[in-house]
């Protein structure tokens, strides 16, 4: 462990070494290295095919990897239950806006807070002042804080899609994982989404994927290009448009 | 007071409540013979399977096709209690080996095989019942939940085993009384269970503990992990991924229905007297998930109603005309799916609250006009949700 004396590289809080994955043969991730710092957002562009999906898949636990380690403040997740991975403080939000569409949003938001998680936990859970005060919090930070009893259903695409974010943020998450947050959003959404991720990274590391060029630039510190289910390139937004590699098979097109 | 509401539903929940247990509790004992409430009460035995079918199935999300299973499980505890008293080496003495249950002496058993002998003891056998049920549902659930056989393939698998378990029943003649099942129960702890009083007592045991299995069913729903039964068959992904371990939360809704099964399979025994395999495979499984469809798979009251609707059809049409009750059966199971969904109680939400505000509202007409009264004018809608929240809208 180093101290924090400003010059030194801190430990990352997410390290994946060598991870494979194959289906059936195919390599969908291929011997990939990631190193993601805390308060870090870190944006993963590529392709259509190219294993970004796949990558929060694996870190996750949806998917099992082949080989290689995904190492999470020095836990091997490779290993680990779904809810154990949510539990050690990764949060993963899906493509498609993936929220309980006949619970309120109150609800939504209170069922992720982590407490009450077992079953007899659940049963008698109560609605304390504490977790109210957690829901209109976090209600505040997603634009939804007049909207806590509307049905979550009747939101539109880009409410839902802030909405699992705060259904993350409720977990309070040291590591958040979004895969394509504003698809599907107008351009002022876009906007006050990047002013979100931009206030939530404080304290916490963001894996992103996404297309929208735009949005990479204002959220980003660093992007990972993927290709092939491997690392292409990585760095700043503007060495990686310069990269003439990363023109070829994306930027170009 | 606030907690209590909440578990009641509401003032309609209590006053739905009330009612039931009005009908059940006071109406039914004062207007039907000693032969027709016992009917009854036979009929509110499969209710507990209903009851618990709208927990897993219209809740959980998940189709059991083999709660007789439960159900005859826990009947079976029962009946092999009741079986061992009404064999006492007295009133067994005609057989070649006197005190052991009857069907073994005709099977050539010579001793009380191991597996009956706990089931002398009342108090281990009121622990089995429940028990044995249970632990298979959590054996069953543990093993298909966790590897995440879900939907029809669970179904299957249940259905599965409750043709395993008529076969297994049958096939142990010996040990089981074979396809005629445990007959002949006479007496519990000495007392007569055949007799119209006694039988009167046993309505009421049977229809408190099912009113306490709906307040059970209530106090689950109401609290958080009836709001994620329902957010898993939503999005079961995104409970998993928010920190749940969601087979466990399908094994333990599981394992409730079962219990309720079982005190059913149990309260039926002492009732009608025997317990036999034909209420344990896949027909009379089915016919269940049919009494928790009819009556709304959404509504613990509504599955009591449909057991009641679907069971006196059944008795009554199999009375007059028996060869056209299956195809009737068949009908209503079609209709239910294609028409009414959500069964007897969502007609109930859509239609009957309508018409119930409409009779409300036609003795004061200028209602309209007077602000202090918007609940009346509001009431016309469809459902309840709505006119709560007008009424909170309302200055």
């Not at chain 2, 109603?305 to 195809?327: A, C, D, H």
């Not at chain 2, 009414?340 to 309209?368: C, D, Q």
Request: hydrophobic share 50%.
């Amino acid at each position: 462990m180093t101290t924090a004396s400003g010059f030194q590289m801190p430990k990352p809080v997410l390290a994946v070494e060598g991870l494979t994955v194959s289906f059936d043969g195919f390599k969908a991730v291929d011997d990939l290295n990631l190193y993601i710092d805390r308060n870090e957002v870190r944006v993963v562009i590529g392709p259509n095919g190219a294993g970004k999906t796949t990558v929060l898949d694996l870190i996750c636990g949806k998917t099992r990897a082949t080989g290689g380690s995904i190492q999470f403040n020095n836990r091997e997740l490779t290993r680990m239950n779904e809810y154990d991975i949510v539990r050690a403080g990764v949060g993963r939000k899906f493509q498609t806006p993936s929220i309980y569409d006949n619970l309120s949003v109150f609800e939504n938001l209170e069922m992720s807070f982590p407490k009450g998680r077992t079953v007899f936990g659940a049963l008698f859970f109560k609605r304390s002042q504490q977790v109210v005060d957690r829901v209109n919090e976090v209600a505040a930070d997603i634009f939804l804080a007049d909207l806590l009893q509307q049905q979550a259903g009747l939101l539109s695409h880009g409410q839902k899609q802030w909405l699992e974010i705060g259904m993350l943020l409720m977990q309070d998450p040291e590591l958040l994982m979004l895969d394509e947050p504003v698809a599907g959003m107008s351009v002022s959404e876009r906007a006050q989404t990047a002013d979100l991720l931009n206030r939530i990274s404080q304290g916490r590391s963001v894996l992103v994927i996404e297309h929208d060029m735009e949005f990479v630039k204002s959220i980003a510190h660093k992007v990972t290009v993927l290709h092939q289910g491997k690392v292409l390139a990585e760095g700043s937004m503007e060495s990686v448009q310069k990269n003439p590699k990363v023109i070829e098979v994306y930027l170009g097109h | 007071m606030n907690a209590l509401d909440k578990l009641m539903g509401g003032r309609q929940g209590v006053i739905g409540l009330l009612i039931l247990a009005g009908l059940i509790l006071v109406v039914f004992p004062l207007t039907l013979d000693a032969f027709r409430l016992n009917m009854v009460g036979k009929y509110l035995t499969y209710a507990f399977v209903a009851v618990g079918l709208v927990l897993c199935w219209g809740y959980g999300g998940i189709l059991s096709l083999g709660q007789g299973v439960f159900f005859g499980l826990g009947g079976y505890c029962m009946a092999m209690f009741l079986k061992l008293e009404a064999s006492d080496p007295e009133s067994t003495k005609i057989q070649s080996t006197p005190g052991i249950p009857d069907f073994m002496d005709w099977n050539q058993i010579t001793e009380l095989p191991t597996l009956w002998v706990p089931f002398h003891s009342f108090s281990f056998t009121l622990v089995a019942v429940i028990a044995v049920p249970v632990i298979l549902a959590l054996v069953i659930g543990a093993a298909l939940f966790k590897r995440r056989v879900g939907d029809v393939y669970f179904s299957i698998v249940t259905q599965a085993i409750a043709l395993i378990l008529t076969v297994l029943i049958i096939g142990q003649q010996g040990l089981t009384g074979g396809v005629n099942g445990i007959t002949d129960l006479k007496t519990l702890l000495g007392w007569d269970i055949r007799g119209d009083g006694a039988k009167l007592a046993l309505y009421f045991i049977n229809a408190v503990l099912l009113l306490g299995c709906i307040l059970i069913g209530k106090f689950i729903l109401a609290s958080k992990l009836g709001r994620l039964l329902m957010a898993m068959r939503d999005k079961e992904e995104r409970v998993r991924f928010s920190g749940y371990d969601v087979a466990s939360f399908k094994v333990f809704v599981y394992c409730v229905a079962a219990g309720f099964s079982a005190i059913g399979g149990a309260m039926f025994a002492l009732q009608v007297g025997f317990m036999s395999p034909s209420f344990v495979g896949i027909v009379p499984s089915i016919e269940m998930v049919i009494f928790a469809a009819v009556g709304g798979r959404m509504s613990l009251l509504g599955a009591v109603y449909g057991s009641l609707l679907v069971n006196y059809g059944k008795t009554y049409f199999s009375e007059s005309f028996p060869e056209l009750w299956l195809y009737l059966m068949g009908g209503l199971f079609i209709a239910v799916v294609m028409y009414f969904p959500n069964g007897l109680a969502g007609l109930w939400e859509s239609h009957g609250r309508k018409w119930l505000a409409g009779l409300k509202r036609e003795p004061v007409p200028t209602v309209v006009h007077t602000p202090a009264k918007p609940a009346v004018v509001t009431a016309a809608k469809p459902d309840s949700a709505s006119v709560n929240s007008s009424l909170e809208i309302q200055p």
